[in-house]
């Protein structure tokens, strides 16, 4: 499996490139390789802080590739973390989902929560976390042999819930190709016999630097597996 990559490094922070297939937290049931043992072995005041999971600020699903922030100390995590927290970080992922997004702006605002009879899964309905994710059409493409649409995607998330993107394409009716969790079963099948994971990434990242309050831009390019795919299909 691919390592992740450190794009960016200094005293108080490490971007990283965190490939499809890397869980972000260490867990009792986790068995495949996970961003917090990787960073474990590496030297910085947080490293091996299980509590602090070794200073990383945030997370991306496992098979959700792209851009994550580590903090290197208490004092920039906390900094870091409460960005997040007052959404001044201003995140782009880029996602190929079903079918003809139209409008090509727009907005999900629905709330989220866990599924009481699914725990491992998230769903819109009402008393969930309120949830807002705006999006961009980037282009259509076709698949000649089922002559099936798809959007490619630009994606801003103005708040952090667990599966919060995959959950409002699902609810806006797009949801994202190659999704086991929320393309249904039979379609997330088919869609693996053409991108074999799931079609999503977290490409762009603007935050202030915990200590020299520098405003940073960060981008991750579409990884070679998922540029494949867009180059398999027929633009519109």
């Not at 007052?86 to 907005?107: F, N, S, W």
């Not at 076709?142 to 995607?153: A, D, G, P, R, V």
């Not at 994971?197 to 960060?218: M, S, Y």
Request: net charge positive; hydrophobic share 35%; proline share 6%.
């Amino acid at each position: 499996m691919k390592n992740p990559r450190i794009i960016y490094e200094d005293q108080e922070i490490i971007v990283i490139d965190k490939p499809s297939g890397w869980v972000v937290n260490e867990a009792e049931t986790v068995k495949t390789p996970t961003l917090q043992s990787w960073l474990e072995k590496k030297n910085y005041p947080l490293a091996k802080d299980k509590k602090a999971r070794s200073g990383i600020a945030h997370r991306l699903d496992k098979n959700t590739s792209g851009i994550l922030l580590v903090a290197k100390n208490t004092s920039s995590l906390q900094i870091l973390q409460s960005q997040f927290k007052k959404r001044t970080t201003q995140k782009i992922y880029y996602a190929l989902v079903h079918g003809r997004v139209d409008p090509p702006k727009g907005k999900v605002l629905a709330p989220i929560g866990r599924l009481p009879w699914n725990r491992e899964r998230f769903g819109v309905f009402p008393g969930g976390k309120e949830a807002q994710t705006d999006y961009e059409l980037v282009k259509f493409y076709t698949n000649q042999k089922e002559k099936l649409t798809y959007s490619f995607l630009k994606l801003f998330p103005k708040s952090g819930r667990t599966h919060q993107i995959r959950v409002h394409m699902k609810y806006l009716g797009h949801p994202i190709v190659s999704d086991d969790f929320y393309a249904g079963r039979k379609t997330s099948r088919k869609d693996k016999m053409w991108c074999p994971r799931l079609f999503l990434h977290a490409g762009e990242i603007c935050f202030v630097h915990p200590k020299t309050q520098k405003k940073l831009l960060f981008k991750s390019p579409l990884p070679k597996d998922l540029a494949s795919v867009l180059s398999s299909l027929q633009e519109q």
